[in-house]
């Protein structure tokens, strides 16, 4: 069964501190997403990402974050300057198209990032 | 914009017996799927089970079995001789079937516990 893998499991970083996230998609989906869930909440999302630019953004996606398809396989998400509040799950996910036969999405098994 | 009610913030069911977890949604979108996913203590998104909304037959998956009630806009998650391990999160989500990539919209979710 292919699978989405994330990188790192856990991360701790100092407020203010830059963080990536990485993310390596399904390898035949065409379409990225990240999405967030502060402990305790549901999940939200973050951006979704298509033919090597941003396809949507949610109002959480200000200019502290970007996202980035740096080669074939990786998926990044930056976070420019933490803070407190960006503490949370992230998620990864990849999709293919509407026109497949099993379509829906796939996640990872998430980043914790901790803002200390 | 779409939005997935789950209206039951924690539910609870013996071991070997029968469990409904309830969703709503709302949308202006006549073509979309819908999909349950569970979120165990490891903070995984494992999804469930999946219904696509131009299919009338509700999705079976094993134990895992969906309401799909379209006119009144419900998709509810049946869980048939629950066992210790389906104790978890489980989130209902909303996805677009008209425009490939798009976010996924999930609900509060409902947590389940399974008692021995």
């Known amino acids: 069964e292919p699978e989405v893998t994330q990188t790192p499991s856990h991360q701790v970083t100092q407020m203010g501190q830059e963080v990536i996230l990485r993310c390596v998609p399904i390898?035949?989906?065409?379409?990225f997403y990240w999405y967030r869930q502060i402990l305790g909440q549901k999940v939200e999302f973050l951006v979704s990402?298509?033919?090597?630019?941003?396809?949507?953004k949610s109002e959480i996606f200000d200019d502290q974050f970007s996202v980035e398809r740096p080669d074939g396989s990786n998926f990044t998400l930056k976070i420019r300057s933490t803070k407190l509040e960006d503490s949370a799950m992230y998620f990864c996910?990849?999709?293919?198209?509407?026109?497949?036969?099993?379509?829906?999405?796939?996640f990872g098994s998430g980043t914790r990032l901790t803002v200390v | 914009a779409q939005t997935v009610t789950q209206s039951q913030p924690e539910m609870s069911v013996q071991e070997a017996e029968t469990v409904t977890l309830s969703c709503t949604y709302d949308?202006?979108?006549?073509?979309?799927?819908l999909f349950w996913y569970k979120q165990p203590p490891s903070r995984q998104m494992i999804l469930v089970i999946r219904?696509?909304?131009?299919?009338?037959q509700n999705a079976t998956e094993n134990r895992f079995s969906v309401n799909f009630q379209k006119a009144a806009k419900s998709f509810s998650l049946k869980i048939s001789d629950s066992q210790l391990g389906d104790a978890a999160m489980y989130f209902c989500?909303?996805?677009?079937?008209?425009?490939?990539?798009?976010?996924?919209?999930f609900g509060e979710g409902t947590q389940l516990t399974v008692n021995p």
């Open positions: 996910a990849s999709s293919e198209g509407l026109g497949s036969t099993n379509y829906g999405y796939t």
């Open positions: 390898s035949n989906h065409l379409y």
């Open positions: 990402f298509y033919n090597n630019e941003i396809s949507e």
């Open positions: 949308t202006s979108e006549s073509d979309y799927y």
């Open positions: 219904q696509e909304a131009y299919k009338q």
């Open positions: 989500a909303y996805g677009s079937g008209e425009t490939s990539g798009s976010r996924l919209t």
